[in-house]
């Protein structure tokens, strides 16, 4: 970052940018595959390579690493990056990519360009064959890196040509972890029960939970749980949970009050639907059969949702099920 954007007043950088990892080893969670990387690094000698996870977990990031650990000052010539903004069709492969594999860049013994193709899925399966032949042929110089959400979008013979790394979800843990550095250096004001709502909302995905860390702050000035249930726009689960434990108590008069005050706020069904879902797995004061009952009623409904039968009456129908399930004798046992 140039000293004028950091010195200019009200100009904030998005922390994701801010705080986006230089070197693999800050990359954040999925320890195995990052060691991989770093064993690759150590190596010097990168194989064409297809990264594939969930959004938002450090795989562009950690490519970017990689590549500027391995070429350092000739990052700038030896680099070609095309992401899903870019024009990726069969034209831009044959001409653009090719181009660049052709060119001659000095680079230090035992070093390749690379070919960084981010979101990878988005290329049409037509685009991918066109790379098949130029991976091979400029393999001596040219390594590709290839990232993306969904592997089987990639097609069968670039994946046989890769090394295949997964990443996965980051854990909670990790999550607050890196949140925590980052109000200690933005001296961010938050209670840890803000903190765990920051988390809960992001569901392992890192980028989400920075850039709702920094909408809360700036937006609100102190992250604590209404705030981020607010500024995250989602039912909050604290009443959520209330609506389960009526359904649990069997009370679905009770139940069916604190449902409409969701659905007054104008959440959706799904949104209604997929919180329930994430707040019952959490609720282990439920005896084990409850909740397992809970999450196959909730998938029905949530099933049925997607189906297009979105209503209120549909989401009372739950409430309905669930209280009933709680009555059930068989759980009264317990
Ligand atoms: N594992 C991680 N460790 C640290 N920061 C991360 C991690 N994953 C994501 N981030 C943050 O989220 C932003 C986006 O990450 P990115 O690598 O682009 O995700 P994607 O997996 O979607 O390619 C980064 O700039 C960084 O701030
Ligand atoms: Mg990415």
Known sequence: MSMAAQGAPGYQLPWVEKYRPRRLA?????????????AIEANGNCPHLLVSGLPGIGKTTSVHCLAHALLGDAYKE?????????????????????????????????RHKIIILDEADSMTPGA?????????????????????????KIIEPIQSRCAILRFGRVSDEEVLRRLLEICEAEKVQYSDEGLAAVVFTAEGDMRQAINNLQSTWTGLGFVSPDHVFQVCDQPHPLVVREILEHCHAGRVDEALDKLDEVWE??????DIVT????VVKTMDSLPESVQLDFIRAIGWTHMRTLEGVATHLQLSGLIARLSQTAMDPAHLSL
Do not use: H, W
Not at 84 to 98: L, M
Not at 136 to 148: K, L, Q
């Open 26 to 38: 800050d990359v954040v969670g999925n320890a195995a595959t990052i060691e991989r990387l770093q």
């Open 78 to 110: 030896a680099v070609l990056e095309l992401n899903a903004s870019d024009d990726r069709g069969i034209d831009v492969v044959r001409n653009k990519i090719k181009v660049f594999a052709q060119k001659k860049v000095s680079l230090p013994p035992n």
């Open 128 to 152: 991918q064959q066109a790379l098949r032949r130029t991976m091979e042929i400029y393999a001596p110089t040219t390594r590709f890196c290839f990232a993306c959400n969904q592997s089987n």
């Open 265 to 270: 706020l104008g959440y959706s069904c799904l």
């Open 275 to 278: 919180t329930l879902f994430r």
